[in-house]
Structure formats: structure tokens, C-alpha cells
T-cell receptor
Framework: ETGVTQTPRHLVMGMTNKKSLKCEQHLGHNAMYWYKQSAKKPLELMFVYSLEERVENNSVPSRFSPECPNSSHLFLHLHTLQPEDSALYLC???????????FGEGSWLTVV | DAKTTQPNSMESNEEEPVHLPCNHSTISGTDYIHWYRQLPSQGPEYVIHGLTSNVNNRMASLAIAEDRKSSTLILHRATLRDAAVYYCILRATSGTYKYIFGTGTRLKVLA
């Protein structure tokens, strides 16, 4: 299933590094999401974009900076992260509100 | 957002049916009931959804109580590949993009 593609699949970064996670959806959807999944915790919604406009921001620290240049692409820019930010970051997309949401396989992030 | 309650874990024998329960007593009239599952080291995948009537697809069946305060995901013949965390989620049809995931039910399938 290649509807939502995330790169890289694995990333190790130091606390002073700057890196980005990339997501691309091939489903023609108009909404894209970032979720964080820490070990043994539920998925946490971070950001939602609809038609390239941010519509949800769930009190995420500013060291996480999302970017949605078009409806098919979503980025999560990372800078000065902490070890507790190590997690699986999941991208998803949907067509509007209330419809089925499709996830990518995630990017495993380790902050050292 | 209306919340859901699921058992933390369940076990099933291979080739037997599995009934995964979900309680959602504060569901509103316009909330759809969605089920997703997350296989190890993967993102969640859609399983099934419904509003009032029971639903069937190639993966599973969804039985919804008449008062809609609970639902049950039915896997007709569990296989080892069905071992996953199953999430029951309420999805409003408009007004929000929030998909709130709980802790789900971890299904273990025994060979």
C-alpha cells in the first residue's frame, strides 16, 4: 500500500541538529495530519492541515514546525529536540472532515 | 470529543471468531464508529466503520447496538496476522478534523 509515503523511515539525530520528516500522499486527499506515538502511549494528534491551511495545533512545542506546501506534501521540521521526543511520527491524510483517514508507515525518530 | 472504552487486551485461538467490544455511551447522533488496527511497527490501518446498521466488509463485521452506546468488531476467523492493537474511534461528520485514538485493545492470537 503506497497511498501515504513517509521518509525517512528511521532517523537518529542529536539534540542540536535540524532535520525534517517528509510525507507524500497519492490519494487526492485535501487534509493531512501529523501524529506522534511514544512507547506504550496512545497516538497524539499534533497538527492538521486542510487545503494547505493549518486547522489544528495541539499545543505542540515550537521545536516541531510543520509545513504544507501543497495538498499532497507535508513536512515536519525538527530542531533542538529532546530525548523524550524520540517516538514514531505518523503522517495521515483524509478527504475532508469525518472521512476515513489513511496512515503512512511512520518515521522512527531517535534523539540522542 | 466523545470517548470510547475498550479492554486493554484479549486473546483468541487461531481460526476462531473474535469479538472486540467498545463502549461509547456519550456518542452523539452524528458520530460514526470507526475501527482501525495497528500491526507491529506499522501505522494504523482502516478496518470498518458504521453509523447505525451492522456493516460487513472483507476484513470484518461491525455490530452496533440499537442505542449506539456500544459496538463490537467481529473477526470471523482470526489468523496470526490479525494480532494487532485495535482502536475504536468516534468520528464526527463535520466540524472537526480530530481523530482521537485511545489505548485500544491488544489482540493476541494463539496458534
Amino acid at each position: 500500500e503506497t497511498g501515504v509515503t513517509q521518509t525517512p523511515r528511521h532517523l537518529v539525530m542529536g539534540m542540536t541538529n535540524k532535520k525534517s520528516l517528509k510525507c507524500e500522499q497519492h490519494l487526492g486527499h485535501n487534509a493531512m495530519y501529523w501524529y506522534k506515538q511514544s512507547a506504550k502511549k496512545p497516538l497524539e494528534l499534533m497538527f492538521v492541515y486542510s487545503l494547505e491551511e493549518r486547522v489544528e495545533n495541539n499545543s505542540v512545542p515550537s521545536r516541531f514546525s510543520p509545513e504544507c506546501p501543497n495538498s499532497s506534501h507535508l513536512f515536519l521540521h525538527l530542531h533542538t529536540l529532546q530525548p523524550e521526543d524520540s517516538a514514531l511520527y505518523l503522517c495521515a491524510s483524509s478527504q475532508g472532515q469525518g472521512n476515513t483517514i489513511y496512515f503512512g508507515e511512520g518515521s522512527w525518530l531517535t534523539v540522542v | 470529543d466523545a470517548k470510547t472504552t475498550q479492554p486493554n487486551s484479549m486473546e483468541s485461538n487461531e481460526e476462531e471468531p473474535v469479538h472486540l467490544p467498545c463502549n461509547h455511551s456519550t456518542i452523539s447522533g452524528t458520530d460514526y464508529i470507526h475501527w482501525y488496527r495497528q500491526l507491529p511497527s506499522q501505522g494504523p490501518e482502516y478496518v470498518i466503520h458504521g453509523l447505525t446498521s451492522n456493516v460487513n466488509n472483507r476484513m470484518a463485521s461491525l455490530a452496533i447496538a440499537e442505542d449506539r452506546k456500544s459496538s463490537t468488531l467481529i473477526l470471523h476467523r482470526a489468523t496470526l496476522r490479525d494480532a494487532a492493537v485495535y482502536y475504536c474511534i468516534l468520528r464526527a461528520t463535520s466540524g472537526t478534523y480530530k481523530y482521537i485514538f485511545g489505548t485500544g485493545t491488544r489482540l493476541k492470537v494463539l496458534a
